[in-house]
């Protein structure tokens, strides 16, 4: 078992019976759907109904025999589960590689807790230290939007295919990555300086949204969680 498939068992033992899970894209959440088709096919777990993130989640969900819903007919979640890019100590994450950062963030805020599942080499001091913060953009003067976010980032592009066309979400926007070098000094201020800026439609900091983390490594699994005040 590698290392998604292992954080990927230990979240399905989250799953209930008659849950409503909202579920993220992503391969380590592509082994979650996987497992969570085979409990079903068992009979193991019973009338659970999914809202997908992507087409391609909503496509694999469908293949693994997994009942899907919507936010319109079930607005309260009871859990969505989900993988990251990157962790920090807060359980911050940068989420959006997987090319579908607005509609995980769309669907997770509205999940009674978010269960994400990593690698433990996805733990960092500071977000962005390992790679690029992805955000969406409108296609409308996508260049200049780019520009703008390199006043804030060391280097930021415009994401393209192999064949340099620009990578379309499910959403018909596009995406740019934005690299730190030092990684981001303080997310929540980018977070409010991206949000204020028409045209970027979304980005990847999913800022205290994590209820729990798994992170699976060599030595196994272990759970993060924010300490409670008494």
């Excluded at 007919?73 to 950062?101: M, S, Y």
Aim: net charge negative; glycine share 8%.
């Amino acid at each position: 078992m590698d290392l998604r498939q292992a954080a990927a068992a230990c979240a399905i033992e989250y799953v209930r019976d008659g849950m409503l899970l909202g579920v993220g894209t992503g391969r380590t959440t592509g082994c979650f759907i996987d497992l969570l088709g085979e409990k079903i096919q068992k009979k193991e777990i019973n009338h659970v109904l999914a809202v997908p993130t992507s087409q391609d989640c909503a496509a694999r969900l469908r293949e693994r025999g997994v009942r899907l819903t919507s936010l319109d007919d079930h607005p309260v979640l009871d859990l969505a589960v989900d993988g990251a890019d990157e962790v920090d100590p807060q359980l911050n994450l940068i989420k959006g590689l997987g090319r579908a950062l607005m509609r995980e963030k769309v669907v997770e805020i509205h999940a009674r807790q978010l269960i994400v599942m990593v690698e433990e080499s996805k733990l960092v001091k500071r977000l962005g230290s390992i790679g690029p913060l992805p955000v969406e953009i409108l296609p409308f003067e996508a260049l200049a939007h780019v520009h703008w976010l390199r006043s804030l980032a060391d280097r930021a592009e415009l994401w393209l295919e192999a064949d340099g066309s620009p990578v379309t979400t499910d959403n018909g926007n596009y995406l740019a990555r934005c690299w730190f070098e030092d990684g981001i000094p303080d997310v929540y201020a980018l977070a409010q300086q991206l949000e204020r800026r028409p045209g970027i439609l979304e980005h990847g900091l999913f800022l205290d949204m994590a209820s729990r983390v798994i992170v699976a490594g060599q030595a196994g699994n272990r759970i993060l969680e924010h300490e409670r005040e008494n």
